[in-house]
């Protein structure tokens, strides 16, 4: 799978490698998290 923007990364020096969001410090372990414990997500706007 080839995607042109990639959304989720993965570097050494940011969250100690975790993969995160793009351009924050929001780790995907997080979003999971979230969603398992029941939350939902809402688009904005």
């Known amino acids: 799978m ?3 923007n990639n959304f989720i990364v ?3 020096n940011i969250m100690m490698g975790k993969p995160v969001i793009s351009g924050t410090r929001i780790t995907v372990e997080l979003i999971l998290e979230k969603l398992a414990d029941g ?3 809402e688009p904005k706007g």
Request: hydrophobic residues 35%; proline residues 11%; glycine residues 0%.
């Open 10 to 12: 993965s570097a050494p």
């Open 39 to 41: 939350e939902k997500i």
């Open 2 to 4: 080839n995607l042109q």
